[in-house]
């Protein structure tokens, strides 16, 4: 979709997509696997909170395997929300809302009290711990009864540490092959939006927040499972897994 602006949405949405699988090439089927489960346990058309939506990978695909799902894409991202709000301008299925997720009342900025999927992928893994469970908590009031949380992130098992650096050194060595034959990484891709007209303001605006990255901590599947059950879900566990990823899903 392109806005008055002129900017090509569909070119960004496809620019960061490439990015994003330079880190996590099997991050289609993450996705896929999630929109399974959406659909077991919520069906067609479910009300979902994109959390800390980014572009709007997960909505794009929702809707577009789910055409009667709506969304609420949550995010401080001014550049990547910019995107979104490009790709989806005329999609009343969808409403984007600017909040942080580490002040204590985001969820009053949504437009609903409830949801009956929270969805989220490669994104928490900003937070540390302390303020992840305390999400956690807010994500738990969010969903409704019998609803679910999705989370596809980084979740590392230090319990094995001979198979995270084996992991960890071929992935390295396939993504420096994929750099090395012209794959943009994070600040590669970040550069470019700096350089565009539309998206260099937002851009700045984003480093001033974040600054380059923000990293938390990356606990296990088993931590994240049980401090969602300590928040209020009934069920958790993963549902799929890479060497190094995780998606791990909760059901209220």
């Known amino acids: 979709m392109t806005m008055s602006t002129g900017t090509d949405w569909a070119a960004w949405q ?3 997509d490439r990015q994003q699988e330079w880190y996590m090439p099997d991050r289609e089927e993450r996705f896929r696997i999630m929109l399974d489960m959406v659909e077991a346990l919520a069906g067609t058309a479910p009300r979902v909170l994109d959390l800390a939506c980014g572009t709007g990978s997960i909505t794009d695909r929702l809707l577009k395997r789910f055409p009667r799902a709506t969304s609420t894409g949550v995010d401080l991202d001014p550049a990547l929300l910019a995107i979104a709000r490009g790709t989806f301008e005329c999609d009343e299925r969808v409403t984007l809302v600017t909040a942080d997720l580490k002040e204590p009342d985001w969820p009053a900025k949504l437009p609903y009290d409830s949801y ?4 989220t992928a490669t ?3 900003w937070l540390h711990s302390e303020p992840l469970a305390a999400l956690y908590g807010q994500v738990a009031e969010l969903v409704r009864d019998g609803g679910v949380f999705m989370n596809a992130d980084h979740m590392i098992d230090d319990s094995t540490p001979r198979i995270n650096a084996a992991e960890r ?4 060595a396939r993504m420096d092959q994929a750099k090395r034959d012209g794959a943009l990484d994070w600040a590669d891709w970040w550069q470019v939006a700096a350089k565009d007209p539309v998206l260099a303001g937002p851009t700045a605006r984003r480093y001033e927040i974040y600054g380059e990255h923000a990293d938390g901590d990356m606990p296990s599947p088993g931590w994240h499972a049980r401090v969602l059950r300590e928040k209020g879900f009934g069920e958790a566990r993963p549902v799929w897994c890479s060497p190094s990823d995780t998606l791990l899903l909760a059901v209220k």
């Open 14 to 16: 496809g620019s960061w």
């Open 116 to 119: 009956d999927c929270v969805l």
């Open 123 to 125: 994104a928490l893994h």
């Open 169 to 172: 050194a071929q992935r390295h």
